[in-house]
């Protein structure tokens, strides 16, 4: 594994333990030639997925553009971060086991939308201006009444 610091080719693996939920392996790794230590996971991954944007073009699924998506939407939220990869990882597996190499975009923001509806009501509709493309406080308001949360958030 190279690091991150200096950029040397290799790595030693310092201590490895699986992850809470048990879908990945977190390694403490250290760097010999700068002394430098970080942390890597590793995860199964059961197939290649590509999404088909709505412009008509590909792109490989990338699980961290997911979960930077996802952190956007949680920023300054007291949700526990062990949670959040937890969520991402049930979104991951959820798209692989649907069997097909290639899915469209608005899927995966369908699962997003579900899975911080659960998780965070205020995550939920920042996710949501973004994926819904809204333009005026009308959307929201239109949002909030018909996802009947109006009462849950002071409009």
Request: hydrophobic share 35%; glycine share 6%.
């Amino acid at each position: 594994m190279k690091c991150p610091f200096c950029g040397h080719l290799e790595s030693q693996v310092k201590d490895s333990r699986p992850s809470e939920d048990g879908a990945a392996i977190r390694r403490r790794r250290a760097c010999p030639e700068c002394g430098g230590r970080f942390t890597t996971f590793e995860r199964v991954q059961l197939r290649e997925l590509t999404i088909l944007k709505k412009s008509g073009r590909r792109t490989p699924f990338d699980r961290e553009k997911l979960q930077r998506s996802i952190d956007i939407a949680l920023r300054k939220r007291p949700i526990d971060p062990e949670r959040v990869d937890r969520m991402v990882s049930g979104i991951v597996r959820q798209l692989e086991s649907r069997g097909e190499t290639e899915l469209d975009s608005s899927v995966v923001g369908e699962l997003v939308m579900k899975a911080l509806k659960a998780l965070d009501v205020v995550a939920y509709v920042r996710y949501a201006s973004v994926y819904r493309d809204f333009r005026e406080t009308e959307d929201f308001a239109r949002f909030l009444g018909k996802e009947g949360l109006s009462e849950d958030i002071d409009v």
